[in-house]
């Protein structure tokens, strides 16, 4: 087996591999979530949290974890993480906790984690499958930050919260979920306009 | 470069119809409609007419030059688009809507899914669609006819969703007002006898066919006269059908080639669908007209229609 480069690894998740753009995981959050980008930063962190730790808890585990019921002990662990992440930002971001509802302790669900749970972190060593949780859970944000900055401009007419233009009428649809949609269209359009190009 | 690229059931013989002699007539069949609207909702309708008809060429060479394709502003099609989009919005919207509305239609309903011929939805209704969703403010204001002022008032399918009143006489209108144009609406919808001329050159032309037309009407017709709000059987057919964008949407929208099926049987169907569509919409929607919403629902099932009705082959023998 080829060694892997630590560098290349975290990179891969951020762009050649992004989950949201190029694996297309995740979109359930990545569409519901990224109406602001207040929502999708919160929503990012949190995810990019539970993939660090349960990628580096089911790979420190690799060995020990049973071929035949590895989905149950992944979601064991996957579940511990996300759960201390809820109680985390209810106590300590109470708006943002809000904001996301039920979005968050939905994390457990989320295919991007269990995606790397058994693509990436149950074959690797422990060192490359942090750098790999961190690197997807990082594009994960990226992704939604890019969705939400496109959604909440459009959208609102807001950035963060401020107000951007005064006499702007915002385009409602880009708030709805058909906006969601369409703005993820658009970009992955446009991303695969320039990979065709090079 | 000729493009060689042609969706159609066998036999694959041309006729001397060319896309732009189609689209440009289709385009002059519509005119009358339009000098109606101007006269009846005032000049600002004129100015929203050709933003929206040059913003659409302006944007079809722009992402044409773009994308390096071959630039076709002149076959008619994006001006067409252009010209459905005004003609289905209110004659009260600010100058940027229709602009905007072009925009969307062209480069996103239009050239993002490949250009004339690859559209899954019609530009102008997509286009029509987005403008709802994003300003419902400004697309639902309607000005009378007449009015120097541009007094507003709600559409007579409006006050009927809203139980304001039950029949449109009492707003003082009659079918002859219906008819001929004289109450609140789009630019393009209202005046049905200058539409229904321009369907029947473009029908006389065979340029568009029966088909979808009368399945449509005929089944919004019969489902309205049967299951009316005042009880059964006691639908008003000439309302249902001269009230709102029907006409418009009949015979210059549905019989769209690109986004309708190829076969005959298909169209029936795609008609039916419309009507029944367009029929649920109105009666229990949330929105008081549901020609557009139902048109482009039937067109996200026309390529499945026609995956639905095959033709047989010349020649071929019945497998059984």
Known sequence: ??????????????????????????????????????????MGVAVTFVLLF???????????????????????????????????????FPLVSRGLGIFVPLIVVNCIIMGRAEAYASKNPIFLSVLDGLGMGLGFTLALVVISMVREVLGAGTFLGFLLAKGFRPLTVMILPSGALLTLGLLMGGINLIKKKR | MKDNFFVSFSPHILGKKSTPKL????????????????????????????????????????????????????????????????????STVPFWIPVIGSFFAIAIAKQAFGGLGRNIFNPALAARAFLMACWPFYMTRFSLPFSVDAKTQATVLTLIKDGKISHFSEISLNYLD????????????????????????????????????????????????IFDKQGFFKGDILFSLFSGGLILGVFFMATDYVTSPLTKKGKIIFGLGCGVLTFVIRRFGGYPEGVSYSILIMNAFSS??????????????KTT
């Open chain 1, 54 to 92: 349960s990628n580096l808890i089911i790979s420190s585990l690799r060995r020990v974890i049973p071929e035949k019921i590895r989905i149950p002990c992944f979601i064991v662990v996957i579940a511990s993480f996300v759960t201390i992440t809820d109680l985390l930002m209810k106590g300590f």
């Open chain 1, 1 to 42: 087996m080829e060694r892997k480069r630590p560098l290349k690894e975290f990179l891969k998740g951020l762009f050649r591999e992004n989950p949201v753009f190029v694996i297309i995981l995740g979109l359930c959050p990545a569409l519901a979530v990224s109406t602001s980008v207040e929502n999708a930063l919160g």
């Open chain 2, 304 to 317: 499945l229609i026609d995956k639905l009705i095959r033709v047989k082959r010349y020649g071929e023998k």
């Open chain 2, 178 to 225: 219906l008819f001929l144009g004289f109450r609140g609406g789009c630019i393009g919808e209202v005046a049905v006898l200058a539409l229904l001329l321009g369907a029947i050159y473009l029908l006389y032309q065979r340029i568009i066919l029966l088909h979808i037309p009368l399945s449509f009407m005929g089944s919004l017709a019969t489902l309205s006269w």
């Open chain 2, 23 to 90: 689209m440009w007539r289709v385009f002059f069949s519509l005119i009358p409609a339009g000098l109606l609207g101007v006269i009846i909702f005032g000049l600002k309708a004129l100015w929203i007419i050709l933003l929206s008809i040059i913003t659409a060429i302006l944007t079809e060479g722009l992402i044409q030059g773009l994308a390096k394709r071959r630039i076709t502003i002149l076959d008619g099609s994006a001006a067409l688009t252009g010209l459905l989009l005004a003609y289905n919005l209110p």
